[in-house]
């Protein structure tokens, strides 16, 4: 079957770095998507990998270990905006997106 | 407009009514998809379109219906609402639906079935 799996809640401190993992498993493989949805919103689009290796985009990075169905969001220097739900998906050999439960992110002051 | 709209925002419904909640995109993307999302479940995909005239089933798409007669519009119909679809309802949109496509969702449309 298919499944993504990531944690439930984390909680960090506001200039923190933290890391949300995402281990997956799909029929085919087509890349692993990171979305951020704050609470009542919609998700928005952060970072799509499809090959190994670590995507950086400002704050934000993605690391992808397709060997290990494996993921990672880093998010550097918190901000209180960045609270939010952070959702793994990944894309299977139909082009169709599979969605973990998603990562409630708390940051406290 | 600008990116994806949905109508309603919010909806309460009696079990056994007929709904149709609408999505418009004016980014002429050729696919568009519809999704719920529950608290502690993923998104779940209900039907999808990679182009104007076709549509596909997608995880859960019992209950509902869709059609997708031109590039901008895709509404989806609960012929005879159940309690079991009161959720929050994601219309998406994606330029080819294809490899490393990006998925620009609506706002959201929270149903309540009674």
């Known amino acids: 079957g298919q499944n993504i799996d990531q944690p439930t809640e984390m909680t960090a401190t506001e200039g923190a770095i933290v890391q949300i993992n995402c281990t997956y498993q799909?029929?085919?493989?087509?890349?692993l998507f990171w979305y951020q949805q704050h609470a009542g919103e919609a998700p928005t689009f952060l970072s799509y990998?499809?090959l190994d290796g670590l995507e950086e985009k400002g704050r934000f990075s993605s690391f992808l270990s397709r060997s290990k169905g494996y993921s990672y969001l880093l998010l550097k220097e918190l901000q209180m905006k960045d609270s939010a739900s952070y959702l793994c998906a990944g894309m299977d050999s139909n082009y169709q997106l599979i969605w973990g439960a998603g990562t409630k992110l708390i940051i406290k002051p | 407009i600008a990116g994806i709209t949905q109508a309603p925002t919010s909806q309460i419904l009696a079990a056994g009514r007929r709904m149709t909640l609408r999505c418009t995109q004016d980014?002429?993307?050729?696919?568009m998809y519809w999704y719920r999302q529950d608290l502690g479940l993923g998104l779940r995909l209900i039907h999808y379109s990679n182009t104007a005239g076709t549509t596909g089933k997608g995880e859960v798409p019992d209950g509902y219906s869709v059609s997708r007669a031109n590039t901008d519009d895709f509404p989806l119909t609960l012929a005879s609402a159940v309690p079991s679809q009161t959720s929050v309802y994601f219309c998406?949109?994606?330029?080819?639906?294809?490899?490393?496509?990006?998925?620009?969702f609506g706002p959201g449309t929270r149903l309540t079935v009674l």
């Open positions: 799909t029929s085919g493989f087509n890349g």
């Open positions: 998406a949109s994606s330029d080819s639906g294809q490899v490393s496509d990006t998925q620009y």
């Open positions: 990998n499809v």
């Open positions: 980014m002429r993307h050729n696919a």
